[in-house]
């Protein structure tokens, strides 16, 4: 096991300096205004479209906490990883709305497509996400890095992740994060692929791999009795959580409402889909890597979280490590500025503004700056408690992610192709599904003092919790919109498939060509390629 070296320390600082400079050439731009601080101006191209996309996606806790998995449990969560096709949802389905509504934030498009009542709930409930999932998770996940590759203290290194990502988000807005992501991408995909092609030239190559790891350890489909990854939850609860994270959640849709346009963020959409075909390779694969290397007797693990940080130390030489251990930091940076940016985005825009509609542009923009701070000083706080969910981080994140996405993954699905739905239906779902999946979440965390109904309620396997409430979700949402008045049609004009007017239709066409079919097709044949491969069909 090698600590870094002294090269290693000049291939971080060389990246910093990269980073900061970024940052520097960003915030001495114009940031007066809203739509410049929290929209990048709307003028971003397909390209760091794409990248700001996967490089928010995939944070240290994805790193950390899907090699992890791996190394434990095998490649089950991998289906989380082949939702390339969520992002082409994005792209072909809901940006043509988001675009045409041009909307600041996804809880603003429930206001215009339902009411304010919408938005309210869903700005809250989307804080309350970022601070159980997104801020605590990736704070923790990069913590841990520090602690295993670089030897630095917990606590230490999760106030130094903070104080640095915090500096450049608060000062330069979202422009400073899609571009600083940009660069961040680049680094993290080199990182990884290094660490996964070292790591199976150790092994031995696949062969070795597959026989070393067995087939249980890269299956997809584990049986219906598996504890935590059954195959049928596994196929059916991923989707719904994709929707609501990939479709309508701000912290990844903001990138395309900064797009100059249609075409523009339907094609960065398809842009990351490819890159997000990558994190099962360069992730998940390690995360065996490191599990069968432990098996031969090549690598110690002290823990399975340690899997992927534990590799870089052990596998790579002196230069590499630093160029590692920058692609684990700019994961960890990017996640974190997109957290930070979107938290801001929606406090500002969907709760303080609404307060105080008379409030200046230049107000708004220091709103949201402090707003930043209040969320990350919560997600702080929250991390002791993770522990209490799941031990394993990626675990813990699909866990409470599954609590929060049915109801608004419902909401916004139901509402952009069935009319008849209407603003009480929708807030009946989102009030209602939120209170069941947070008495989920709490009965979780004193699982060991219930008994009966309430027990199995708790101990409910997370994924089959996930696709009940999105149906108890839609059921409401149905039912209490059949049993109340229907919305009108001029408020829902262009708002819904029902009724986009003509204009609108013969825009978006126009706004994509067959190249943009085909590149979206091939991803779909991968994925299915994928699947078949890590299966019993033919991994056994």
Not at 182 to 188: D, M, T
Not at 302 to 323: E, I, N, T, Y
């Amino acid at each position: 096991m090698h600590g870094l070296e002294l090269l290693d320390w000049i291939v971080i600082a060389l990246y910093f300096t990269a980073l900061f400079g970024i940052a520097i050439w960003v915030i001495r731009q114009k940031q007066d205004s809203p739509t410049d601080y929290f929209l990048a101006g709307r003028h971003i191209g397909w390209f760091v479209i794409g990248a700001s996309i996967f490089a928010s996606n995939i944070g240290s806790e994805h790193i950390v906490g899907l090699a992890g998995t791996a190394a434990k449990s095998g490649v089950a969560m991998g289906h989380y990883e082949l939702h390339a096709w969520c992002v082409l949802l994005l792209g072909w389905v809901f940006v043509p709305f988001y675009m045409r509504s041009k909307v600041f934030t996804m809880p603003e498009f429930l206001e215009k497509r339902y009411s304010p009542t919408a938005r309210w709930f869903l700005s809250v409930i989307s804080l309350v996400a970022y601070v159980l999932t997104k801020v605590s998770v990736t704070v923790y996940a990069g913590a841990v890095v520090f602690q295993a590759l670089m030897g630095i203290k917990f606590w230490t290194g999760a106030l130094i992740i903070v104080i640095l990502t915090g500096i450049y988000t608060v000062l330069g807005g979202l422009r400073a994060v899609v571009y600083t992501e940009s660069l961040q991408a680049i680094v993290l995909i080199i990182g990884s692929v290094t660490v996964t092609i070292i790591g199976l030239i150790k092994i031995g190559g696949w062969g070795n791999l597959v026989a070393v790891a067995g087939s249980e350890h890269l299956n997809l489909f584990l049986p219906l009795d598996h504890p935590d990854f059954p195959w049928l939850g596994m196929v059916l609860a991923p989707p719904i959580v994709g929707i609501w994270y990939w479709c309508t959640d701000q912290y990844i849709v903001q990138r395309a409402l900064a797009a100059k346009n249609e075409a523009q963020a339907r094609r960065g959409s398809i842009f990351a889909s490819y890159l997000k075909l990558l994190p099962f390779f360069i992730f998940i694969i390690p995360g065996v890597i490191a599990y069968a290397l432990t098996q031969t007797g090549q690598l110690n693990l002290p823990a399975s979280d340690q899997a992927f940080p534990v590799m870089v130390k052990a596998l790579l030489p002196v230069g590499l490590r630093g160029l590692v251990a920058g692609g684990l930091l700019a994961a960890l940076m990017s996640s974190l500025a997109a957290v930070f940016n979107s938290c801001s985005t929606l406090f500002t825009m969907d709760i303080y503004k609404k307060l105080k509609p008379k409030s200046s542009e230049k107000s708004l923009v220091s709103v949201g700056r402090i707003a930043t701070g209040v969320v990350v000083v919560c997600g702080v706080l929250w991390i002791p408690f993770m522990k209490h969910i799941s031990g394993e981080l990626y675990h813990y994140l699909q866990s409470v992610q599954a609590y929060i996405a049915p109801p608004i993954a419902a909401v916004f699905l139901l509402g952009l192709f069935w009319k008849r739905i209407n603003a009480s239906g929708a807030v009946t779902a989102l009030f209602g599904g939120f209170v069941i999946g947070m008495l989920r979440l709490v009965a979780e965390l004193n699982k060991e003092v219930l008994t009966g109904w309430l027990y199995t309620f708790a101990d409910l396997n997370f994924l089959y919790f996930c696709v009940y409430l999105f149906l108890v979700s839609i059921a409401m949402m149905i039912t209490v919109s059949i049993f109340t008045k229907p919305p009108s049609y001029e408020k829902l004009k262009g708002l819904t498939y029902a009724t986009t007017v003509l204009e609108d239709k013969q825009a978006s066409r126009a706004s994509w060509n067959k190249k943009d079919v085909v590149l979206s097709v091939i991803i779909l044949v991968i994925i299915a390629l994928v699947m078949i491969y890590f299966s019993p069909l033919i991994i056994g």
